[in-house]
C-alpha cells in the first residue's frame, strides 16, 4: 500500500531541509539576524575556520540565502545580505529556539523571546496568517496542492489531518 509519505506528501519538508543542508546553515542565518554582514563577523561569531566559513557563505549565496553587496573596491570585500529567501526563516528560526529553551534547557531559559519596543517577553506561537489561530496537533490538514501529481490528488480527496491518532 501507498502511504501519504511516499507518495509524495511529505516531499516539501524533505526538500527544504535538503535546501537548508546542515545545521551550520541555521547558525549562519542566526548570526545574520544578529546583525553579522561581513565575513569578519561571522568569524568572530562562529567557532569555524575561515576557508571553511568562506565555502559555506558561498554555498549560501548559491542557493539564494544571501546576495553580495560590494562594500569596498580595492581590495574588493563583499558584505552578504540576507534575501527574503533567508528571512522567511526567521519565524522558523525563533519558534525552534524556543521549543529548544521549552525541552533542552534544564536549568532554565538560555534566552527570554521579547517585543523589542516594550520589552515585553513574547510568547511565540506559529500561526494561521487568515485567522491567528496556533497550528496545532489534530488541528493542521494537508490537501493537494497545484504542484502535486494525480496521485497525491488520490490520496489526498480529504484532507490528511497531522498530529491526529488514536491512543492506546
Known amino acids: 500500500t501507498v502511504t501519504p509519505m511516499r507518495s509524495g506528501v511529505g516531499r516539501p519538508i524533505a526538500r527544504a531541509v535538503d535546501e537548508i ?3 551550520w546553515t541555521l547558525l549562519v542565518l542566526r548570526e545574520a539576524f544578529k546583525g553579522a554582514r561581513t565575513s569578519s563577523d561571522f568569524e568572530a561569531q562562529l567557532p569555524i575556520a575561515p576557508t571553511t566559513l568562506t565555502r559555506r557563505l558561498e554555498a549560501l549565496v548559491a542557493r539564494g540565502f544571501f546576495s553580495l ?14 534575501t527574503e529567501k533567508a528571512l522567511e ?3 522558523i528560526l525563533v519558534a525552534l529556539g524556543a521549543w529548544g ?6 536549568d532554565g531559559d538560555i534566552f527570554t523571546i521579547v517585543d523589542p519596543e516594550t520589552g515585553d517577553a513574547m510568547d511565540v506561537a506559529v500561526v494561521d496568517r487568515k485567522t491567528g489561530r496556533p497550528l496545532r496537533p489534530g ?20 484532507p490528511l489531518v497531522l498530529g491526529k491518532w488514536k491512543r492506546a
Not at 560590494?70 to 558584505?79: F, L, T
Not at 529553551?101 to 534544564?106: Q, S, V
Not at 488541528?139 to 489526498?156: I, P, Q, Y
Open 139 to 158: 488541528r493542521v490538514g494537508l490537501r493537494a496542492g497545484r504542484g502535486a501529481k494525480k496521485r497525491t490528488h488520490e490520496l489526498l480527496r480529504t
Open 21 to 23: 543542508g546542515e545545521a
Open 101 to 106: 529553551n521549552r525541552w533542552l534547557a534544564p
Open 69 to 82: 553587496a560590494e562594500y569596498q573596491s580595492n581590495p574588493p570585500r563583499y558584505r552578504y545580505e540576507p
Open 89 to 91: 526563516l526567521l519565524p
